[in-house]
Nanobody, 121 residues
Framework: QVQLVESGGGLVQPGGSLRLSCAAS????????MSWYRQAPGKERELVAN????????NYADSVKGRFTISRDNAKNTVYLQMDSLKPEDTAVYYC??????????????WGQGTQVTVSS
């Protein structure tokens, strides 16, 4: 069964750093691009970063460009999000996503359960 498990969230002060991890199982991880999304209370879920199957190509939302880095270790079936220079507006639940078919929603979006990131002094 496909499973995505996020970890690494927590409370951090503005200007601090966190590294999120997403452990994947149940599919051939190295064949798929992966993404990080986030959702703050009262806001739509938004794309934060994408990485292609090999890790050779990445892209970022303008709001995090230069501060966040997405990477992956295909040998460990894990995708990471290194977050530096964190701002209060980065506070959100962060979700890992794989472009796998979800029968219930008829979409190529498979989600983890999310990990809370809170940036506050």
């Amino acid at each position: 069964q496909v499973q995505l498990v996020e970890s690494g969230g927590g409370l951090v002060q503005p200007g601090g750093s966190l590294r999120l991890s997403c452990a994947a199982s149940g599919f051939t991880f190295s064949l798929y691009a992966m993404s990080w999304y986030r959702q703050a209370p009262g806001k739509e879920r938004e794309l934060v970063a994408n990485i292609n199957h090999s890790g050779g190509s990445t892209n970022y939302a303008d709001s995090v460009k230069g501060r966040f880095t997405i990477s992956r270790d295909n040998a460990k079936n894990t995708v990471y999000l290194q977050m530096d220079s964190l701002k209060p507006e980065d506070t959100a639940v962060y979700y890992c996503n794989a472009p796998l078919w979800v029968e219930t929603t008829q979409e190529y979006y498979y989600w983890g359960q999310g990990t809370q990131v809170t940036v506050s002094s």
